[in-house]
């Protein structure tokens, strides 16, 4: 029976119900065949096929994700490769503890939830730029990632001010020592077109000088009604080893794109709910696509440079400048006036943003009796800034039929409606960080940080400013035993903060919000094994959170909490050499339990499902189809709710989705391959807030790719 049929008793979050019994049994089931894996797996005849998971987003140190006790995931280059994954949250669908595109595809930003909570962005292990009213977002182009690390949890400890749920870092593509390159043409649903184009080698004979190019342009009709992409994209890098201890890499990028937001924001009424007239189709859409367009632009420079002083001390120093202008005005369902017609709003932007990102460290080593010690010392700066001319409307345009939509009655927005606004933020932060590990078993990691933050937000047109300053202490620790067997048990404990903007009350600014978590674990490497299977037990709180009084909604207090308890199953590796599995599960229970409304402690916060699991699998065919490889993979997302005081009318039923790949590599230069997400063409709710949005569709991709 599915679980989402069925309620978890509200006392113990450890009733997992039949389908994480059959999860967990069947990663226990394939332990002894992934341990009896042949030991050639690892060898140099097969290092493309490594699974290799690093810890370096987890501890700023050349630390394994196997020595390191905090949860990670990763998604790899082969990853983002064999599921065609266009976007980060699509990366993300098969990782525990993620809720990848709650909100469905959406052409202006990622969608993720991380524990039930927020996550932040990261590039090359610097924050990148993140307006907090939610639309100066810095994007990624995956075509250019060479892998992507997620660290779940608090993370404030080593990058200061984030949300509790975690960070995504994305690693960019650099410089290789070995002259390769590649050419690809892909074609797809929704009249999708891309051209990739990615160079790399060393530009000089004894091979001290690398570089690389990547390229990409990409256009499609989008998935709902109206809306498009195009999109242009090049990353040039350099790297220069002036010596075997000192080095240069020089990262750049920049990106265009020019399209008309999905509009994927709908009413329960037409989506969840039925009406007399049906069902609205999913790809309907309440915007206005002769109005509505979303252009921006991306400049990114930096780069990372090490030097080694003697053998114990090392120095490393990553820097970025980037700049983003946007011109956005996006149209959204606002709420029902009758059975057929829905009222509209408009939110428009227009302007620009740009940041610095310094981080600044020293690694020591030191070997001593029965100890190894790696003390980590750094500063970091961040600061952003934004500007431009604004307008929210709750009443664009006329009402729209939603079931039979008519276009182009509207005026636009006009100048005296504008207003101007111009944001300041500065982070400044200290951090040590001491790993000792003794006798090559016990491993001790604790850290602690001082983060002084400061903002300003300002609206000229009304002489209007806001000025907060937050200074915050952070610590993490850690505790890992490391068993010749390759089972590695853990606790850690880490927290978080996150400023807010706006004045309480009392005209006093809002404290940060904080976060705090524990966490209990087992990671497992076993020896001769291509692959590894983590499991991470979790209490993580939210505190500081806004609330409202439910008889005065004037009244604004910052004495909600929320809590977020929840178990993580998660296995990637080759039971054989031609067979590779990625499993996960989760199991969460995560809800309100501190608010000014009664009505809201014990329910659960919109679009966090109790229960998620997939599982992807590949198989590459020998004999008379070797070069063939076929992949499928399963998504199960468990029922959610949308308003915490209303969850009787928005619970949003579970869904399971199906997946494939199909690959023949022709020779080692040529490869044919079709993936398909949403085979069976599922129609779907994937969340409800206020609002609810249909899940994607099914979509179809076809590319060659020359390698060589």
């Not at 307008?391 to 005296?416: K, R």
Request: hydrophobic share 30%; glycine share 8%.
């Amino acid at each position: 029976m599915p679980i989402g049929n069925r309620a978890i008793p509200s006392g113990n979050i450890f009733n997992y119900k039949p389908l994480a019994y059959a999860i967990f049994l069947s990663l226990t089931a394939a332990i002894p065949n992934l341990v009896a894996a042949d030991e050639s797996s690892t060898t140099d005849n097969n290092t493309d096929k490594m699974v290799v998971i690093g810890g370096n987003t987890a501890s700023k140190m050349d630390t394994p994700a196997a020595e390191t006790p905090r949860s990670l995931s990763e998604v790899t280059r082969e990853d983002l490769d064999e599921r065609s994954s266009k976007k980060i949250d699509e990366a993300m669908r098969y990782s525990s503890g993620v809720f990848a595109t709650p909100y469905g595809p959406d052409n202006k930003t990622d969608w993720l939830i991380v524990r039930g909570f927020e996550w932040s962005r990261y590039q090359d292990g610097l924050q990148t730029i993140k307006n907090e009213d939610g639309f100066y977002n810095w994007q990624q182009e995956t075509y250019g990632i060479e892998r992507i690390e997620m660290l779940k949890g608090p993370a404030s400890m080593l990058y200061g001010q984030n949300p509790p749920g975690g960070l995504v870092n994305v690693i960019s593509k650099r410089p290789t020592r070995l002259q390769q390159g590649e050419v690809q043409l892909s074609y797809g649903s929704d009249d999708y077109r891309d051209f990739g184009l990615d160079t790399a080698g060393p530009l000089n004979d004894d091979g001290s000088v690398l570089y690389r190019v990547v390229g990409f342009a990409e256009k499609n009709d989008g998935p709902a009604d109206g809306a498009k992409d195009e999109r242009y994209y090049i990353a040039p890098s350099l790297t220069v080893d002036f010596s075997d201890d000192t080095s240069l890499t020089l990262l750049t990028s920049y990106m265009r794109d020019n399209a008309n937001p999905t509009s994927g924001f709908k009413l329960p009424y037409g989506t969840l709910h039925d009406t007399p007239f049906g069902k609205v189709d999913y790809k309907k859409s309440y915007g206005e696509p002769s109005y509505s367009r979303n252009k921006t632009e991306q400049v990114s420079a930096g780069y990372e440079f090490r030097h080694s002083f003697n053998d114990n001390w090392t120095f490393h120093q990553n820097m970025n400048y980037s700049y983003l202008s946007m011109d956005l005005r996006s149209v959204y369902g606002l709420s029902m006036v009758d059975d057929r017609h829905v009222s509209r709003g408009l939110t428009y932007r227009n302007g620009s943003a740009q940041s610095w990102a310094l981080d600044n460290r020293m690694v020591g080593n030191w070997t001593f009796d029965r100890f190894e010690d790696t003390l980590l010392l750094g500063v970091d700066y961040f600061t952003a800034n934004s500007r431009g001319k604004d307008a929210n409307s709750y009443s664009f345009g006329e009402p729209l039929d939603i079931f039979n939509p008519v276009y182009g009655n509207y005026q636009p927005v006009s100048d005296d409606e504008l207003f101007s606004h111009r944001t300041k933020r500065f982070q400044t932060g200290l951090y040590v960080q001491n790993q000792l590990k003794f006798d090559d078993k016990w491993l001790l990691l604790l850290g602690g940080r001082y983060d002084k933050a400061r903002s300003r937000d300002i609206q000229p047109d009304i002489n209007d400013s806001q000025d907060m300053s937050d200074h915050k202490y952070t610590k993490s620790a850690g505790l890992m035993y490391l068993a010749d067997n390759g089972v590695n048990p853990y606790i850690s404990y880490s927290e978080s903060f996150q400023p807010l903007s706006g004045r309480s009350n009392d005209n006093k600014p809002y404290e940060p919000q904080t976060g705090q978590q524990t966490e209990l674990g087992v990671k497992y490497v076993p020896q001769g094994f291509n692959g590894y299977l983590n499991a991470a037990l979790y209490e993580l709180y939210q505190k500081n959170t806004l609330t409202t009084d439910p008889n005065d909604p004037s009244i604004r207090s910052q004495t909600g909490m929320a809590r977020s308890r929840g178990v993580e199953l998660e296995a990637v590796g080759y039971a054989t050499d031609e067979l590779k599995l990625h499993a996960s599960y989760t199991l969460s229970r995560i809800e309100v339990i501190r608010s000014l409304n009664d009505q809201e402690i014990g329910k659960r916060l919109p679009a966090t499902p109790r229960n998620m699991a997939s599982l992807w699998a590949d198989y590459s065919l020998s004999g008379l189809l070797e070069g063939l490889t076929i992949g499928s993979g399963v998504r199960y997302i468990g029922s959610t709710y949308g308003d915490k005081t209303n969850t009787r009318d928005l619970k949003v039923p579970d869904y399971t989705l199906w997946d494939a790949m199909i690959r023949y590599d022709i020779n080692k230069q040529w490869a044919l391959q079709v993936n398909a997400n949403n085979l069976a063409d599922k129609k779907y709710v994937s969340a409800c807030d206020y609002w609810c949005y249909y899940g994607d569709g099914r979509t179809v991709t076809a590319k060659v790719n020359y390698r060589w």
